[in-house]
């Protein structure tokens, strides 16, 4: 009488545990988020100040829309970091993609350098692997957005070149 007893307590504990568990579970829609209106669109740096007096520099080419972004960078360098082959004269570009997170006055990129075609990059000339970078969001306009390196507190100012409207998509 007491084994019974112990089985069907130790069946509906179990029974309780499993549907408590199911239950507190929701499922995240199927499509990306909605990212912030404001960072919507293409976003070009123009130009970097003292550009001329610097060793290295990197110009940045964001377009962003929903919560993803895709990232061009040319790096113009006076020193040979890399094997002659890739120096390229100095002068090279490198392409990432990912999401991002704006939280507070952090902006939060992380996703992957890629080939130009934006299709994963694992090997070659320059960065491979995760591409992790937190900007510090110093001002925005409706067609201009100051955007610090957390990295090397080097300012990126970027011009507005083209508004994306959101449509999330399916994932």
């Known amino acids: 009488m007491m084994i019974l007893f112990f089985k069907r307590n130790c069946f509906f504990a179990l029974v309780f545990s499993l549907s408590a568990f199911a239950l507190s579970c929701t499922r995240l829609p199927n499509v990306q988020g909605k990212g912030e209106a404001l960072l919507q669109g293409v976003w070009n740096q123009d130009s970097i100040a003292n550009s001329s007096k610097l060793l290295t520099y990197t110009q940045h080419r964001f377009k ?6 895709y990232v061009d960078l040319t790096t113009v360098s006076k020193v040979n970091y890399y094997s002659d082959s890739c120096f390229n004269k100095g002068v090279w570009k ?7 997170v704006v939280k507070g006055d952090t ?3 992380t996703g992957t350098f890629t080939k130009d075609s ?16 937190n900007f510090k969001i110093k001002s925005s306009g409706a ?4 955007l610090e390196s957390l990295n090397d507190q080097r300012e990126c100012a970027l011009v507005l070149k083209e508004k994306i409207t959101c449509v999330p998509k399916e994932l």
Do not use: H, P, W
């Open 64 to 69: 962003i829309s929903c919560d993803s972004f």
């Open 94 to 100: 490198e392409y990432a993609k990912g999401t991002y």
């Open 107 to 109: 902006l939060m990129l």
């Open 118 to 133: 934006y299709k994963q990059k694992v090997s070659g000339c320059y960065r491979t692997g995760r591409y992790l970078t």
């Open 143 to 146: 067609n201009s957005l100051v």
